[in-house]
């Protein structure tokens, strides 16, 4: 008997409604993707294609502190701009559009390990284990004003 390899193809939703609930159920249900057509660009939507594509996830930046109401709120410790280098604050907004190291490397004119580098850094003073956290963590500070 022959396996058939079933290829699973990644939903991604493009939606001129953002409505915070349904977003939640939505990833949790499996879409990999999000993309809000108010004010995406096109090469923002080929780019999030790409992302996903490639097994990555996308979040739009406006959803990502999304929280069940029902769950408490956490609290967290916010750091403030000026603790992170220039090239630190530049590759930290390159992270939130889900770029990776290569392509933000490519875009610096750095070295893909220097990239590395910055992301362990920006990682360590956000108090994150991985970039998504980091985006993240970059959103609520975004929020407050302070990056």
């Known amino acids: 008997m ?4 079933i ?3 990644p939903v991604i939703i493009l939606s001129d409604i953002d409505c915070p609930d349904s977003l939640i159920e939505l990833f949790e249900s499996g879409v990999r993707g999000f993309i809000p057509t108010d004010g995406t660009t096109l090469e923002q939507i080929t780019e999030i294609i790409g992302l996903v594509r490639a097994g990555g996830v996308f979040v739009p930046l ?4 999304l929280q069940r109401r029902k769950e408490p709120t956490k609290k967290t410790n916010l750091v403030s701009s000026s603790q992170f280098t220039p090239k630190e604050l530049v590759i930290l907004d390159r992270l939130k559009f889900g770029k990776a190291n290569k392509i933000i490397a490519h875009e610096l004119g750095v070295s893909e390990s220097t990239v590395k580098m910055h992301v362990g850094r920006i990682m360590k003073k956000l108090k994150v284990t991985n970039r998504t956290q980091a985006v993240s963590r ?7 004003d302070v990056v």
């Open 62 to 65: 406006s959803s990502l502190s």
């Open 2 to 5: 022959e396996s058939v390899l």
């Open 138 to 144: 970059a959103l609520t500070l975004s929020a407050a």
């Open 7 to 9: 290829k699973i193809v």
